[in-house]
């Protein structure tokens, strides 16, 4: 979410002690940011803005406690994976926290954009304004280009509109990225001719950012708009670099996240959607 | 660990009924492969190699299980990442799921190669082959590139080898990578001339693999060997590419992982050292 702080709101669940509650929270404060004694900071910058802050400790249940923390905007430094480092930081070796949500002051969060497209652009392409969108995986991992391309035509001839990667496909031996994209393509185009309406295949990036491009290059070069992605496995700040990244002029691509990894970060699951 | 299976070792330990826990291995090791029912397969090579197996369950307490699956080593195409893929994969969503240990087969190991230099190479850079070694870290973020290099050159005058950047440094406003490795490499030669035996400075790489890159290039500019980098943040596959990066002839570059992420991930904390 996106708000009017000036800090970043971190919002992490505590089990505690109702009498220690307090110190726990300047604790958890002062290890998200300094990381070190706050009697031992000199510089004042440092003392006023970069040290954390508890901005609000909330019983939710007996021994649960919901605790604001105020981290400066400066900290992150409009990088995405230093906004995981923060956030997470030494309290994500700590059984007894989690992080809950976080709240991001506006103008960081624009710095970072948002979503180009959203469902309102998957809907547009798929020329459904109204009605559900359908979408189904390719699966499962193992089978050769030709096998999944069957596949996938059966499913656009079924109505399907976005036939994704399934999460476990990378590039693999048995099917390797650029044989699949050709594969699958060539075989949506049996079924309807590209453009708006027509279903849409959307393979699966993964490797490095330099891999990741090239497979972006191989995608565009088949007519290919829409890819998914697992940005916790490439790293939040190259999946921040591929959305921006301007390299082809066709690429108004949509993306879409998988959730491989947010549980297992102790991440409350809105962040799954 | 790296061991003489020809398939990915993947033990889970797992919460659950006694009477149950046949069922829910053999679930766990086709979510974790082929992601839909094995009734439904028909291709042999699928069914055969791809499908993961359930190798071994054990008791560790009452209702607490450990279940070992082993998982075909094509599946992971030498993609760091995707090996992370594969071994959280839809198990990080449920929470009586723990990714507890991995074993490699000895080839898929080696595609991944290990540390090249290790702690010997540490202590010879140190000139320090018996003596425990010393490290303390460069805090708290928010001070400017000056008071951290005196902050280095005072730690550099009390004998520590290596200074490293606490882990909440990155790029930011009050101390950019480029103006900090400046300052503290400065103030460190102050102290003693590079070389063999010489205190070091460990900065601390950020951002995206592009960033990476020429953060290298700047410390390797300024004759820093040796860096920091938090793996989990970055992304695998990206700190792999940059471990076997040969643009700079004089790279023969240490690293040191950090440990943010990993316990968050429920791994068992043999992994943080």
Known sequence: MVVAHTRVQAIYRVRCDARAIEARARAIAVEQSVEMPVAAITDDFVRDEIVGRVEAIAEKQPGLFEVRIGLAAETVADDAGQLINMLFGNTSLHEDVMLYDVELPTELGQSFG???HGVHGLRRRAGAPA??????ALKPQGLPPKALAELAEHFAQGGIDYIKDDHGLADQA???FAARVDAVTTALRRVAPAGAGAPRYMP????DLDNMRRQIAIAAQAGVDTVIVAPMVVGLANFHRLVHWQA???????WRRVPQLWRAL???PRYLS
Not at 204 to 207: A, D, F, R, W
Not at 248 to 254: N, V
Request: hydrophobic share 25%; proline share 15%.
């Open 266 to 268: 102790r991440l409350f």
């Open 174 to 176: 048995y099917s390797p």
């Open 248 to 254: 082809f002029p066709r690429a108004r691509r949509r």
């Open 114 to 116: 948002g979503p180009r």
């Open 131 to 136: 009605r559900p969108l359908t979408c189904s």
């Open 204 to 207: 699966g990036l993964s490797g």
